[in-house]
Structures are given as structure tokens and as C-alpha cells.
């Protein structure tokens, strides 16, 4: 069993609360918990070897031509995050089975978080940096559809949207940071990365790599001064809350910032800004909490504060300090997620979360105020709890530091005083809620929840007590070989116990407890303090910025985008002439050793004509019908070239496509004015004049530079693999088909979608047939004239059977689908020209976009026809036969590919001109007039 499974297993699982969301909401839990605990089951199969000391390594091919590969890797660190979010997922997902009302849509609810999950997997076992970042952004997007799940509530979609920027905005800079490493390293497999950190950190490009790294890693775990959006998020429910914005999705930068730590991390720049973001986020965060009267708000600062912790650990210029991130990794994850789910309790029995008002809960809810109560000293770093032991770790490492130089006393002065302020929030957080007298004006009495509802925080918070009190035993292995994946080296010697005697981290300990204590019992001094500064309101701050992007976009576009087609053409062409015009100022590089090939009477004549005519197409371009002819003449020229120099392909689509073309238009300008009135102005005309003159100097410059430059192209490539490797003598349609033969699958899709898209436009569309021109003159009174009908009849199978010919010689001389389905077509079009729609309609009954649908369909089989015999998308089988009477003969399975180009392209283009001669009707619309 490949790691491919642990993604793809709860990836699959995003359908299954969908289908089992009728069954009933006990049974749609079970059923969402099924392939996570799978999942969790392969990994537990695994981690035998990974505590062994390996890495576990796999790759699948994906597009092999591309070097492009599924990579996954699974060690020490991948482990250890694995546990937190399969496993704490597991628990929230029962918790949300009790926690979501019945007005909740649970199915839905469930796709998010699975979907989230999935993403979270992939993040940590991405062995590929291209990978990893395709799943990061796909935590913004799923933790969006999660933060936003209550919809219809404003400051949901708010901070749904603010998440999804922040994150979102970082997951471009992180693109952009993965980039420059994988170019540094040339290649972006993280293995190979891992072992270049001396190179990358020599790198001259390593500044700019490493801030845009961090700058995805800090907006994602909400470190200053991005850290505004977490408790904005706090609007998702609370199941969304205690998984994404406690142990898993702002776990993700930080989880970034560990993978990294052995490539980016040991220089001064690192520790600068790792250490002094995190110590800011910190003490920022942990003051906030204190004012706080959301319960959430609470928690949600509080988490932003931990984090600051982690990252400044991260920032230290220690082994040891990494260890100790990694295992307040590990104790924040389960007392935060076990607080969230006991708010959630609070709310979910009594209706609300305000401080102020939930008093004295200790009395209606005992069982889950213990568990709440045990969870919050966790956070507070009270002794026998996890919580203490990584604080401690925390402590000792700031002392053995010097960032700061001289002021280096100031780093673990300020976070003893972090430390306090955490001590005071988690005691406001339990005797504001649980003692200090009676609950005031509550929606309803509280009480405590289900049964089963309790089991999540139950589980969490033994684990609080059990690595409090055996923190070697129960995680010692887990912490070893998760530093271990950091660090790429020995881990140093730790002690995970409950006493190491009496030292200055212990002292540091109480002196935060002490000073925590006293700032709880003075805090109405602080509040007072705090009552003189306005509380800003980053949503409304972040509304007010996105609506002044708004205004000045909107500026910009009113000056720009004045309606003015000709404005439009003209800048984008003066910006053409300055991106290109100073490079190909210096005419002695531009000119090649080529000779030029001498011009006789025929070229000169032909282009003489394609002048004037381009030139006579601007005169009259009032005119339409004459600009018509005119542009068509220009065409046809176009044409004759391409079959001058020995492209008959390229002539014979041209040719084809000019037809198509020239249709298309007489059928639209049969509904438009004949000519319009004149609009340019002197002054236009002269910029007009100006601008295609400059156009035109720059592009002759292009091309007399290519015309006289010996080139090296791929032509010969082609020219010696089209028989051997596609089975054809001509070499185009090979490319088409064969080695190109993705490509056109893609724009045969685009065309068939196009051709969709205005059939739908014009569907309903009826314009009322005008019965004269613009001079009064009435049209013929016969439409459909007899010597049309009759030639039209005779040409129609003529024309089928020049198409089918052109078909079947496509793979060896000129021709092929793509030229055989425009005859096709206009072969039927001339039809409907020469008879009109009535005549048609029973006689020609083929639903062409069935027929569109029918060749892409036909298309894509043949290419994934291939997968069958092990082979890549798209490749060509033929073989030479011999029949009796016949002789010897070419089989291809590109004719069934070019079957596919044939069909759709006389579907899209029957689609769209059959149903532009329908628009017309012979009744004008009734104008009512008021009374």
C-alpha cells in the first residue's frame, strides 16, 4: 500500500457525507469517520519503520515527459502531524455529529473538513515543493468554505473572505519563495533541497527566497502583523475552530517554517526576523486575550500567542530550541483543541459565549468544567500538565541566546512576561466562567451536553495529564524522531521530565504564575487602562482597504475604459512599440547572413494586390459589404502565398476558414447598417496614422530580421520522426495529431465550448428581417432563386466526397480533419443558403451539438486508448496491411483522432452559422405606446 492512499483515502471521503447525510446523523458521522481512520491505519503501518530511524519515500508517474511526479515522503515530522490531524480530526469529527444543529446542513459541513483534511495530509507528506504548494492553497480554499459554512451571518463571509486574502496573498509570495529555491538547487524535489542548504543559503538570491517563504508561513499561522484575521475566522463553528485554528491549518506555517529550518534557517537574517516576529506575535497576542470577553476571542488570541512562542523558538539559534517547538507543537495542539470543544460545550448548552455573562457554570456543568478547568491550567504552564514541561524548555532557551547582542536579557525578560499574561487570561478564563457567582441573563440554562459529545475533550485532556506527568514515556520516541526530520542531524541531549531541580526556568515559572496571578487580581486597573484606547476593528479596517482597492480600480478603469475600441487597440500597441521597438533600434544585429529570396513579377503582383487591398479596406471601411470583398481579396492572397512557399496545408485551412469566415459575416452584417457615419476625427486619424506606422516599421523590422537570420527550429526533428514515429508522410497533420495531437485536443474543446456559448447567446434571439436596404431599395421577393437551388443540389455530394478525400489522404499528403470538416460545412451551410431553414430542417435533422460532443468524446478514446497498452495519452498505432485487389495500405489510430477534429468542427461551425440565418423573423415586434 502506497503513501498515495493516505491522501487519496479522505480525499475520496468528501463524497461520502453527501450520500449518507439522509441516513441520519449518527450514521453520516460513522460514515465520514471510516476512510480518515483508514488513512490513520496505513500510517500506523508505517511509523514502525519511522521510528526506526527512515524516511519513507514514493513517486508515481504523472506526466513523465514533463519530469512531473506524485512524490511523497513520510518521516519523523510527517508522522507526528499526521497524528495531530488524523487524529484530532477523528475527534472533531465526532464532536461536530453533536455540536451542528438540525438546521445544519451536517453533509456539507463534513465535505469542507474532509476536504481540509486532505489538503493538511498532503501538505506534510508532499515530497515535491510544487506539490506541497497545489495543497496549501488548497487549505485557504477549503478553510474558506469552513469559516464561511454560516452564510447567511455577515461576519462569516467576512472573515471567510478576509482568511481567504491573507492566506491566500501569502500563498503567492510562498509560490514565488519555492520558485527561486528550486531554481537555485535545480530541482524541485525536497530531498535534493534538503540536502543544498549551504548552497541556497550562499545563494544571492536567499533574502528574497527566504522573506517570500516566510511570508507564506506567517500569514497562514497568523504571526504579526498578519495575525488580525484568526479571530476574525472565529465565526466558523466551533468544531472548525478547534481543528483549523488550533491544530492543524495555522499549524501549517508553522509546520513550513520546521520543514525549512535545515535549509533556510543558521543565518543572521533567519533569526532576525524569525525570533523577533514570533516574540512580537507573543506578547501582542497574549495581552489581547486578556480584554477579551468572546470566549473564542479568548482562545483565538491566546492560539496567536502560542504560536508567537513556537516561532520564536524556531527563531532561536539552538538545536535544543527546536526541539522545544516541536513539543509545544504537540501540548498546545491538545489543550487548544480540547478548549475550543469545551467552548463550545459552554455555548452550545447556554446559549452564549460573552464572559460577562456566563458566571458560576460550575454549578450546572461540573464534569465539564473539570475538563475544562484541567485543559486551561495546561495553557497556563501549571506543573503535572504538558503545557509546564515545554514552557520550562521555552524559559531555558531564551536565556541561552544572544540575537539581540547586549540586549539579549531583554528576550527571556519578555517572555516571563508573555508567560504571565497567559497565566492570567487561562485564570479569567476559568473563574470568570466557572466561579465568580451566578450566570446573568443567559438564553437558556445550562446544562451538561450528550454523552458522547464530551469524549473528544476527555481524550485531550488525558493526554494533557499523561505527558504532564510521563512526558518521556508517552512522547519521548514521537519528539525524537520529529526532531530528528528538523534537524537532519543527532538530536542533543534533553531531559523530558517533571523536575530538574531548582534552576532559573523553574523560577521563571513561578515568577510568571505569581505575576500572572497578580495581574488577574488587578486586571480592573488594566481594563480601565485599556478603556482610553479605541478597540480598532480589523474587519472593518480590512472592508475599508478592499473598498478603497475598489474605488482606485475603479478609477483607473473609468479612465481607461471609456468604451473606445480604438483607445483600447492603441495603447496595447504603444505599449508593443516600447516593450519592442529600443531592442531592434540596432539594425546590425538584426540583419542575418541569409540571402534574400529574389522577388519576380508573380510575388510583386500579389502583394501589390494584398496592399491594396488592405489599404481599400480602410478607405472604405464605412462600407461594409465593399470592406467585405475587399478583406476577403486579402485572404485569398494570404492563401496564395502560404501555397508559394510549400505550405498547402496552411493554404488549404486558410482558404476554408476564409469562407467560413466571409459567411459568418454577410450573415451578421445582414442584421447591421450597410455603412456608418464617419467618427474619427483629424486629429484621431493622424494618432491612428501615427501608431499603425510605427506597427509597421516594428514588425517589418521582425521579419527582415528572421527572413535574413539563419535559424535552428525544430522543423528537422519533425521531418525525420513524422514517418517513423506517427505513421505519416505529412508532416503537419502528424504534428496535429500525434505529437501535438494534446494540443489539439484542447483547442478542439475550446471550439466546441465556443460554439456552445453563442448557440446559447442567440438561442432565443429573434431580429425582425428588414425588407430594403438603406436606400430604400426592397429585396428580392424570391430569397431563394431556382438556378441557386439547383447548383447548390449538385455540388452538395461533389463537396462530400472532396471532403471525405481530403480526410482519408490527410496522414500522408495535404489534408486532414480539421480542412475536410470546414468543407463539410460549408457545403451544408451553401444548402441553407440556397433553400432557406424551412427547407432544411426535415431534410438535414442532425443535432449538432451532439455531433461536437461526439467528436471530442471520439477524440479523447482514442488517446486514452493508448493507456491500454501502457503507453503515454495520445500515442499513435499503425501498421501496414495488404488486401486483395488493393494492395498494400496504412492503418492509423490517428484517423480515428482526426475522426474526432472532423466531426467537432463541422459541429461547432454548423452550430453557429445555421443558427445565425435562423435569428431572422417576418413579424415585427408590437410597440406598445402609454396611454
Known amino acids: 500500500m502506497n503513501l498515495l492512499w493516505v491522501v487519496l483515502l479522505p480525499l475520496i471521503g468528501t463524497l461520502v457525507p453527501l450520500l449518507t447525510e439522509r441516513f441520519g446523523r449518527s450514521f453520516c458521522a460513522f460514515s465520514v469517520a471510516i476512510l480518515p481512520a483508514w488513512s490513520l491505519a496505513l500510517v500506523l503501518m508505517y511509523a514502525g519503520d519511522i521510528f526506526d530511524g527512515e524516511a519513507i519515500r514514493q513517486s508515481i508517474d504523472w506526466i513523465p515527459a514533463m519530469g512531473l511526479d506524485l512524490s511523497f515522503r513520510l518521516d519523523g515530522l510527517s508522522l507526528l502531524f499526521l497524528f495531530l490531524i488524523l487524529g484530532i480530526g477523528l475527534l472533531v469529527i465526532l464532536y461536530a455529529r453533536y455540536y451542528l444543529s438540525s438546521n445544519d446542513s451536517m453533509g456539507r459541513f463534513y465535505a469542507y473538513l474532509i476536504l481540509f483534511m486532505t489538503a493538511m495530509v498532503g501538505i506534510v507528506i508532499s515530497n515535491n515543493l510544487i506539490q506541497l504548494w497545489m495543497f496549501w492553497e488548497l487549505t485557504s480554499i477549503s478553510s474558506f468554505l469552513l469559516i464561511s459554512f454560516w452564510s447567511h451571518k455577515s461576519e462569516a463571509r467576512k472573515g471567510a473572505r478576509m482568511a481567504l486574502t491573507i492566506t491566500g496573498a501569502g500563498g503567492l509570495a510562498l509560490l514565488a519563495g519555492l520558485l527561486l529555491i528550486g531554481n537555485i538547487v535545480g530541482s524541485y524535489d525536497l530531498d535534493t533541497v534538503l540536502e543544498n542548504g549551504d548552497l541556497i543559503r550562499s545563494h544571492s538570491t536567499y533574502p528574497i527566497a527566504l522573506i517570500l517563504v516566510l511570508l507564506g508561513a506567517f500569514t497562514k499561522s497568523a504571526q504579526f502583523p498578519f495575525h488580525f484575521w484568526l479571530p476574525h475566522a472565529m465565526a466558523a463553528p466551533t468544531p472548525v475552530s478547534a481543528y483549523l485554528h488550533s491544530a492543524t491549518m495555522v499549524k501549517a506555517g508553522i509546520f513550513l517554517m520546521a520543514r525549512f529550518y535545515p535549509v533556510l534557517a543558521g543565518t543572521d537574517l533567519w533569526f532576525m526576523i524569525v525570533s523577533l516576529t514570533g516574540l512580537t506575535t507573543l506578547l501582542l497576542g497574549a495581552y489581547i486575550a486578556l480584554f477579551k470577553h468572546d470566549l473564542k476571542g479568548l482562545l483565538a488570541y491566546s492560539t496567536i500567542s502560542h504560536l508567537g512562542l513556537i516561532t520564536l523558538l524556531l527563531g532561536l539559534n539552538s538545536d535544543l530550541a527546536a526541539v522545544a517547538a516541536i513539543f509545544h507543537i504537540i501540548n498546545h495542539a491538545t489543550f487548544k483543541a480540547s478548549l475550543f470543544m469545551a467552548a463550545g460545550i459552554i455555548d452550545h448548552e447556554s446559549g452564549s459565549r460573552d464572559m460577562r455573562k456566563l458566571n458560576g457554570l460550575w454549578k450546572y456543568m461540573p464534569y465539564t468544567a473539570t475538563l475544562a478547568i484541567v485543559a486551561a491550567l495546561s495553557m497556563a504552564g501549571v506543573p503535572l500538565l504538558n503545557g509546564f514541561l515545554s514552557k520550562e524548555m521555552f524559559f531555558a532557551e531564551t536565556l541561552n541566546q544572544s540575537i ?136 472593518q479596517i480590512f472592508e475599508g482597504v478592499v473598498q478603497s482597492i475598489v474605488r482606485f480600480t475603479q478609477r483607473v478603469i473609468d479612465t481607461l475604459e471609456n468604451g473606445s475600441l480604438q483607445r483600447y487597440i492603441s495603447l496595447l500597441l504603444l505599449f508593443t512599440l516600447v516593450m519592442a521597438a529600443f531592442p531592434l533600434l540596432d539594425l546590425t544585429q538584426n540583419t542575418g547572413s541569409r540571402p534574400q529570396i529574389p522577388v519576380d513579377g508573380v510575388a510583386l503582383t500579389g502583394a501589390f494586390l494584398m496592399i491594396l487591398s488592405a489599404i481599400a479596406t480602410v478607405i472604405w471601411h464605412r462600407k461594409r459589404f465593399l470592406a467585405l470583398i475587399f478583406l476577403s481579396v486579402v485572404g485569398l492572397i494570404v492563401s496564395l502565398v502560404f501555397a508559394q512557399f510549400s505550405a498547402p496545408d496552411l493554404a488549404l485551412t486558410q ?277
Open 655 to 931: 482558404l476554408s476558414v476564409e469562407i467560413v469566415t466571409i459567411i459568418l459575416l454577410l450573415l451578421a452584417l445582414f442584421f447591421l447598417p450597410q455603412s456608418t457615419q464617419k467618427e474619427s476625427s483629424p486629429s484621431r486619424l493622424s494618432r491612428d496614422l501615427l501608431v499603425s506606422g510605427l506597427i509597421g516599421c516594428v514588425i517589418g523590422t521582425i521579419c527582415y530580421a528572421m527572413l535574413t537570420m539563419p535559424l535552428s527550429t525544430i522543423s528537422d526533428f519533425f521531418l525525420a520522426n513524422s514517418k517513423t514515429g506517427g505513421g505519416g508522410t505529412n508532416v503537419v497533420n502528424v504534428i496535429l495529431v500525434d505529437f501535438r495531437g494534446f494540443d489539439t485536443l484542447g483547442e478542439i474543446t475550446v471550439l466546441g465550448i465556443a460554439a456552445l456559448g453563442i448557440f446559447k447567446l442567440i438561442a432565443k434571439m429573434r431580429i425582425y428581417m428588414p425588407i430594403s436596404d438603406d436606400k430604400g431599395r426592397t429585396w428580392s421577393n424570391d430569397p431563394h432563386p431556382m438556378m441557386l437551388e439547383m447548383v447548390s443540389q449538385s455540388l452538395l455530394p461533389l463537396a462530400i466526397l472532396v471532403s471525405v478525400y481530403i480526410f482519408l489522404r490527410g496522414h500522408n499528403v495535404p489534408g486532414g480533419g480539421f480542412i475536410a470538416g470546414l468543407i463539410t460545412a460549408v457545403a451544408i451551410i451553401q444548402q441553407y443558403i440556397a433553400h432557406g431553414v424551412k427547407w432544411i430542417k426535415p431534410r438535414i435533422s442532425i443535432d449538432y451539438q451532439w455531433l461536437i460532443a461526439g467528436g471530442i468524446l471520439i477524440a479523447t478514446v482514442t488517446g486514452l486508448g493508448s493507456w491500454i497498452f501502457d503507453k503515454p495519452f495520445l500515442t499513435t498505432w499503425f501498421d501496414y496491411f495488404h488486401w486483395p485487389w488493393i494492395g498494400e495500405f496504412e492503418l492509423a489510430s490517428a484517423m480515428l483522432f482526426d475522426l474526432g477534429v472532423y466531426l467537432t468542427v463541422v459541429g461547432a461551425v454548423m452550430l453557429i452559422l445555421a443558427n445565425l440565418g435562423k435569428l431572422t423573423t417576418s413579424e415585427r415586434a408590437e410597440i406598445k405606446e402609454n396611454d
Open 404 to 539: 539581540l547582542g547586549s540586549l539579549s536579557w531583554m528576550i527571556p525578560l519578555l517572555a516571563t512576561i508573555g508567560a504571565a499574561f497567559s497565566v492570567a487570561y487561562s485564570l479569567r478564563f476559568i473563574h470568570d466562567v466557572f466561579f465568580n457567582g451566578e450566570p446573568i441573563d443567559l438564553p437558556k440554562t445550562p446544562k451538561e451536553p450528550p454523552r458522547y459529545m464530551k469524549v473528544p475533550v476527555e481524550i485531550l485532556v488525558a493526554l494533557c495529564l499523561l505527558v504532564g506527568i510521563f512526558p518521556a514515556f508517552v512522547v519521548g520516541d514521537l519528539l525524537e524522531i520529529a526532531s530528528t526530520s528538523v534537524l537532519l542531524h543527532g538530536v542533543p541531549v534533553h531531559n523530558l521530565a517533571v523536575w530538574h531541580g531548582l534552576n532559573i526556568p523553574l523560577f521563571m515559572s513561578v515568577l510568571a504564575m505569581i505575576g500572572g496571578a497578580t495581574i488577574y487580581y488587578n486586571r480592573r486597573h488594566l481594563f480601565q487602562f485599556q478603556s482610553h484606547f479605541d478597540e480598532p476593528d480589523a474587519k
